[in-house]
């Protein structure tokens, strides 16, 4: 299983304002400094409202930031242009949502190959990685259920087969367990991790949840949008 | 497996079935409008076309065509035409055997020149020659005495013949007014037929007599008393012209002109004229009707762009997963347009079928008039298919606008 190579992402002086010119401003993120090697799986911690998911989707370009720059292996990708980040999303970036995000309409297996049929791989291939990455999540049996026929923890399983469709390089995690009961959070845990170990994607993680950031190589802790602590495994 | 529908596309199917409707209402109007208009014109203008006469002189006013023998043998003697018809239609009342009076609208003709301006329809409905005595209608006019001997003949029609108990031998009484007295005892010498439809001239009338007799009847005729010319009064000259001449717009109006120079106060119109003035009036009709179905397939499809937009706002979340992972927009904007034109095709089509089928049924159960209107429709393939096309394509204005909403939608937004 070959993946995208995991880019190296610098984040130089980013920062993302809400409502900018106008008199309520809000400064999600303040002024991030980040290097992000390859590989890593790191934890982001910090109360309510501190900027991770803000950060989240800028390291995920849905988002663009309002200063700074962020690079993927030294090229600015911060402000391309919506198709530009629409291709490099696709290719290059996995999601996984606290509330799980399955799209309603679709079945297990639909929403797992929905990527892959963004990215126009043939029939025969898509269908031969769905069912290979709904049998590496154990819903093989599911495939054919809508969402709202399985449970959070199927869900979210879905949602990470989901993520991996198209080997992307970068993993990102807001909160992936958040909804989940410990059992379904130590199942997740273990296969994003198991995930990230197969490919070599860089895994980010938001997170409460101490058993979650337990397993991360890195941790980093932010307050009123700015990184506070950056540091190894505890 | 069970593959129950999910919530969200059963909400969907209610959205979908209002849409439809709304689109096929919407479509349905102009189907109803423009088959029924343009098969009214359209019936028009054969009747014209089928005439079998040309040019008509007519006078309005309690005389009318004052002189009306005299006119025609004049207006036959113009060069290319065939027959000079002149019409009096009064209604009068009859009275059978049984039965108190019955109001009907009797023709006053000259038996052979009615003959000769007949068009194809009434040929097959009237006897030829018709059976009403005297051919030129010479003998009782008696140039202008009204002396001569009256024929006192008369022409049914086939439906007023059957209701009326009478039959050919028998006789009735014509009176110009309830009163039986006054009347005078006429033969049915005949009957005559009357066309499928009866929007046509041939069958107002229930009756037909000879000119003469119906003149002295409703007492429109009268020997003059001072030398001056007498009373002698139609509605109209029908004229025929001759062979070539007749298809020959250029003959029509010389002839028209020329009858005109015979009765400068009259009206002279040739019926070619009057195709114009009908396609005329139709396209007028035509446009206001078009104008009337934009108005109706622009709420429709103002309806569409609604529901699709309402549509982008219940899945704000699932565009915001699906540009989120990376889904481009035109695989987005190829979902709206598909719905788009899904609704917008099935609800082309239900109009279509609900248009031709309202139509049906006001052919049965539209009352009178309505339902005669209506069993004159058209329903011209090229004029459905291009509507229906017409509101496709329009519908990807709808789906434009409910896509460009939906790529406008902050991806950030719409997950939170
Ligand atoms: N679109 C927006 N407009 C204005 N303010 C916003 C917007 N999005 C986020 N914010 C604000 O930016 C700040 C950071 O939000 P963010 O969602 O990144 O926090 P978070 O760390 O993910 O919080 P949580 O742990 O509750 O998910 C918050 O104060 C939030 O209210
Ligand atoms: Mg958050």
């Known amino acids: 299983m070959s993946s995208a190579d995991a880019p190296r992402i610098v984040l130089e002086g980013v920062g993302r304002t809400y409502g900018e010119g106008r008199a309520g401003a809000v400064r999600a993120l303040d002024t991030i400094d980040l290097e992000i090697p390859p590989g890593q799986l790191l934890s982001v911690e910090g109360p309510s409202g501190c900027g991770k998911t803000t950060l989240l989707n800028l390291l995920g370009l849905i988002d663009t930031p309002t200063r700074g720059e962020l690079r993927w292996n030294g090229t600015p990708i911060g402000h391309l242009g919506e198709r530009e980040r629409t291709r490099l999303r696709l290719s290059g970036v996995g999601f996984i949502f606290q509330r799980f995000y399955l799209l309603p309409t679709l079945t297990a297996r639909e929403n797992v190959e929905l990527p892959m049929r963004a990215a126009r791989v043939s029939p025969g291939d898509r269908h031969q990685r769905t069912s290979q990455l709904l049998e590496s999540v154990g819903l093989s049996e599911r495939a054919d259920a809508y969402p709202h026929q399985l449970s959070g923890g199927e869900e979210q399983r879905v949602a990470v087969a989901r993520a991996l469709a198209n080997r992307p390089g970068l993993l990102l995690a807001d909160e992936p367990t958040g909804e989940l009961d410990s059992a379904n959070t130590e199942a997740i845990l273990q296969l994003l991790i198991r995930s990230r170990a197969e490919s070599g994607a860089t895994l980010v993680l938001v997170t409460h949840n101490p058993n979650v950031s337990a397993r991360a190589d890195r941790h980093i802790r932010m307050r009123d949008g700015l990184v506070v602590g950056d540091g190894g495994g505890r | ?416």
């Open chain 2, 1 to 416: 497996m069970n593959r129950a529908r999910p919530p969200a596309l059963r909400h969907h199917r209610l959205q979908a079935i209002l849409t439809i409707a709304a689109i096929a209402t919407s479509v349905s109007l102009p189907v109803v409008l423009l088959s029924v208009g343009g098969g009214v014109s359209e019936h028009e203008i054969e009747q014209l076309q089928n005439a079998g006469y040309e040019i008509v002189v007519s006078a309005s006013g309690i005389h009318g065509v004052n002189q009306a023998h005299t006119l025609a043998i004049s207006i036959d003697r113009i060069a290319s035409v065939a027959a000079a018809s002149p019409v009096l239609s009064v209604a009068v009342d009859a009275f059978a055997a049984s039965g108190g009076p019955q109001p009907v609208l009797v023709e006053g003709v000259l038996p052979a020149s009615f003959t000769a301006t007949e068009g194809p329809t009434e040929r097959a409905l009237f006897p030829a020659p018709l059976p009403l005595g005297d051919g030129s209608d010479s003998v009782h006019y008696a140039q202008g005495s009204y002396a001569g001997a009256a024929t006192w003949s008369v022409l049914v029609s086939s439906p007023f013949l059957a209701s009326s108990g009478e039959h050919v031998g028998s006789s009735l009484v014509l009176s110009p007014t309830a009163d039986r007295t006054a009347g005078v005892r006429f033969n049915i010498t005949g009957v005559f037929g009357v066309p499928p439809t009866s929007l046509g001239p041939t069958a107002a009338f229930g009756m037909v007599v000879p000119l003469s007799d119906l003149q002295l009847l409703v007492g429109l005729a009268a020997a003059s008393a001072s030398g001056a010319p007498p009373l002698d009064a139609a509605d109209t000259v029908q004229v025929a012209l001759a062979g070539g001449a007749a298809g020959d717009p250029a003959q029509i109006a010389r002839v028209a002109s020329a009858i005109q120079g015979l009765v400068p106060f009259y009206g002279v119109s040739s019926l070619t004229d009057q195709v114009d003035h009908v396609r005329a009036a139709s396209s007028v009709l035509t446009g206001f009707y078009l104008a009337l179905s934009s108005v109706a397939l622009t709420v429709g499809l103002i309806f569409l762009a609604l529901v699709l937009v309402r549509r982008v706002e219940s899945q704000r979340r699932s565009i915001g997963v699906a540009r989120a992972i990376g889904v481009p927009g035109r695989l987005i904007a190829g979902g709206i347009v598909r719905a788009g034109l899904m609704l917008s095709a099935i609800g082309a089509g239900l109009g279509v079928v609900g248009g031709i089928a309202l139509v049906l049924i006001l052919q049965r159960f539209g009352g009178p008039a309505v339902e005669l209107a209506a069993g004159l429709a058209v329903f011209d393939p090229r004029t459905l298919l291009g509507l229906t096309l017409g509101v496709v394509a329009l519908s990807l204005a709808a789906s434009a606008i409910a896509t460009r909403y939906a790529l406008r939608l902050s991806i950030p937004e719409a997950l939170r």
